[in-house]
């Protein structure tokens, strides 16, 4: 029964609105709105990825400065252990007047670049020995709180003074010092390491890995003792930040989000409170500056999703026009044509990506019309069918257009790598599974001959099994009925690993190997062209296994069959868990 032909007032028909011509301009429409929808996702996720970065960055950052901040400490905590047993052993009568000490504190001074002095007070605070020999201007520092410290808990051995300024040079200094004891057991006096504010500098100078990051020294009371590479705060207490009252309460080690109130702006803090001294190292990072890398590759893919949208909305347009009259759509594309002949390689990339556009955007525009037609006779099994096949070509479209992405970001050298330690056997058990049923359909074997008790690999685990997928694809895809495909895993002489798929099909010349590693190019074989592609498999996981500092062999015999093999260096190899 033909479908009815509804009027209403006013002329309007309904049935215009679904044209053929509409609904194919529509389907491009929906193409570009699924192409900026792919382009928000990706950049959201994107964004989480540079935040986790950061943070990791961050983390790094201040084991590294605390390390170099414990050897520091534990230096001079030696120094002064040594200089109090010497002290301890000789009378204090006697030992007061030896005039050659001053020059002994201060070679032990220069021995150590982050001193700026020594010195050794009585117990009664009046300076004795001083590495600087200033002890005729120095007054009685027996109200410093150190001292005080000292003299009255004799159970307080270490102790680390809130900084000072000295007037003159205008620098910063705070002091480590530690209580000398008489034969008795007696308060005897201080040694006191005085410590340059900026003693990380030089170190954080090779090491520092942004522009825009403060590595700041907090002692447990909250005051600000080194703060790098600014000396603002110095002397200052943030006692009452949310550092102390929110997050040194829950660990003593991790990285947070926090907001500076002064200036508005967002830094990522990590911080570590020291197992050995009544320390706590941060290191605070700024979030724009963590993201400089995610706004440039949001740019570029912005480029990119722009490009395709224009592209999708273009191809649905010339489809509608196609439907409307064959005549100009048949000098649409000798204009094309013409136009791509001018250059080679626009020719090269327009023909590949028009035709693997093309083919599933008309896949979807012939079932949507059929389904359109309203045609009773469809049975609901045709009809489930129908949108199956509009399902998979919408789901290759978005393939082809995540390739162009992916590799658009190693070419721009923005594609990040998320390591992480993982079963090369399990990743392969995984991939075999999804080509399992393209295999069955093609009557090839699949063939797994990698051990279950492989080295762990620490690498980018989804970037790995995209790699095996298209290899294997491809390998299907090239090899005849009755043919194999097999996948192996070993670990070479240099301890690096390898990843082979081999398959005994159709093979290559030399000539069709280097073809095949060129982008958007597919060898000229019957076979080859029983499947649509892009050509983008090869080079992009090329391009994948690069990034890892890995490398990519390609081996093929013609009429033989073809090996690629993709290794791991040594240094992504872990021992088998």
Not at 136 to 147: A, E, K, Q
Not at 474 to 491: E, L, M, R, Y
């Amino acid at each position: 029964m033909p479908p009815r032909q509804i009027e209403t007032k006013g002329g309007f028909n309904p049935a215009l609105l679904f044209s053929p011509d509409r609904t194919v301009s529509m389907v491009g429409y929906i193409v570009a709105v699924a192409i900026l929808l792919l382009f928000f996702f990706s950049s959201w996720s994107d964004y989480q990825q540079a935040i986790k970065m950061a943070f990791s960055r961050t983390t790094n950052d201040i084991r590294v400065f605390e390390e170099y901040t414990l050897r520091t400490l534990n230096a001079i905590d030696i120094l002064l252990l040594g200089e109090i047993d010497r002290i301890e052993e000789q009378p204090e009568a006697a030992f007061s007047i030896n005039n050659s000490y001053d020059l002994r504190l201060a070679k032990l001074a220069e021995s150590a670049p982050a001193l700026w002095g020594i010195i050794v007070l009585d117990k009664d605070g009046n300076l004795m020995f001083d590495s600087k020999n200033d002890k005729g201007t120095s007054p009685g520092l027996s109200n410093r709180d150190f001292f005080k410290a000292h003299k009255t808990d004799q159970s307080l051995q270490f102790h680390i003074s809130s900084p000072f300024i000295d007037r003159l040079t205008g620098e910063w200094f705070f002091g480590i010092s530690q209580r000398l004891n008489s034969s008795d057991g007696e308060f005897r006096g201080v040694i006191m390491a005085i410590v340059h504010a900026n003693f990380a500098e030089p170190f954080l100078e090779d090491f520092r890995s942004c522009t825009d990051c403060s590595y700041t020294l907090i002692s447990d009371n909250g005051t600000i003792l080194a703060n790098e590479p600014s000396e603002s705060g110095l002397g200052s207490n943030v006692f009452q930040s949310s550092l102390f009252t929110s997050h040194l309460s829950l660990s003593t080690s991790g990285v947070y989000e926090t907001t500076d109130t002064s200036e508005g702006e967002t830094h990522i803090l990590a911080y570590s409170r020291s197992k050995d001294y009544p320390l706590i190292a941060t290191v605070s990072r700024s979030l724009d500056e963590a993201l400089i890398e995610w706004r440039q590759q949001i740019n570029h893919r912005l480029i990119i999703s722009i490009l395709g949208v224009l592209l999708s909305i273009g191809l649905g347009q010339a489809s509608a026009k196609q439907i409307r009259s064959q005549k100009r759509a048949v000098e649409q594309a000798a204009a094309r044509e013409a136009a791509e002949i001018s250059n080679a390689s626009k020719t090269e990339f327009l023909a590949n990506m028009s035709h693997e556009l093309r083919t599933p955007l008309n896949s979807i525009i012939g079932f949507a019309e059929i389904l359109q037609s309203a045609d009773s006779t469809i049975s609901q099994e045709k009809r489930l069918d129908y949108y199956e096949s509009i399902r998979g070509s919408g789901e290759d479209l978005l393939h082809i257009i995540n390739d162009i992405l992916d590799l658009s970001k190693i070419d721009a050298d923005r594609m990040p790598v998320i390591e992480s330690p993982f079963h090369i056997d399990q990743v392969a058990s995984s991939s075999l599974k999804l080509v399992a049923q393209k295999a069955l359909t093609g009557e090839i074997a699949l063939v797994n001959k990698i051990r279950e008790d492989m080295p762990l690999l620490n690498a980018d685990e989804r970037k790995t099994k995209q790699m095996l997928l298209n290899l294997l694809s491809n390998a299907i895809k090239f090899t005849p009925k009755g043919g194999t495909v097999t996948v192996s895993a070993a670990v070479d002489s240099r301890g690096g690993l390898t990843l082979a798929v081999t398959d005994n099909g159709i093979g290559m010349s030399e000539e069709e190997a280097t073809q095949a590693l060129g982008k958007f190019r597919q060898i000229d074989s019957s076979l080859a062209r029983e499947h649509a592609g892009t050509g983008l498999g090869l080079p992009l996981v090329k391009g994948l296994i690069e990034l890892h500092g890995g490398s990519f062999t390609l081996k093929s015999v013609k009429d033989e069959g073809t090996e690629v093999v993709l290794r791991f260096p040594k240094k992504r190899v872990l021992a088998a868990a």
